[in-house]
């Protein structure tokens, strides 16, 4: 699934706009330019930004390969400890839902927790999906 860029949360509008600058509108434009460190290294340089900050917006690119990955939901992977597709392949639905539950109650990032039958389904589109980044 692609994305604009502006929706990858750690964009800004003047980022967004930079970035539009280079081309890379949506998250699918944004994973191919930065899926590798050379891509990562240019698209920091280009864009005026750091390597980390260009590392965190393509694992969301990344995640957001996964159809039903929201916004929100997003958020609630990456605080489980989730920000690639890759990571979200060689984890256990329930213990997934059961951390995300739990973090939803600490942190109220979504008006609910997405159910085990949307995590399982996650983790069988990342399995299918593979790697998208490289390090």
Do not use: C, H
Request: no cysteine; glycine share 8%; aromatic share 4%.
């Amino acid at each position: 699934m692609t994305v604009s860029i502006k929706l990858l949360r750690g964009v800004d509008e003047k980022l967004a706009a930079t970035l539009k600058g280079l081309g890379l509108t949506d998250s699918a434009k944004f994973l191919a330019a930065t899926r590798t460190p050379a891509g990562r290294k240019d698209v920091a340089e280009k864009a005026g930004i750091s390597t980390d900050l260009v590392l965190e917006l393509t694992n969301r690119a990344d995640l957001s390969r996964v159809k039903g990955i929201a916004q929100v939901y997003s958020d609630l992977l990456e605080n489980a400890g989730v920000d690639t597709v890759a990571e979200l392949a060689n984890r256990r639905a329930d213990n997934l839902t059961a951390k995300m539950a739990e973090i939803n109650g600490e942190q109220k990032l979504s008006k609910r927790n997405p159910p085990l039958s949307f995590v399982e389904d996650w983790i069988a589109q990342a399995k299918a999906l593979g790697r998208g980044i490289e390090y």
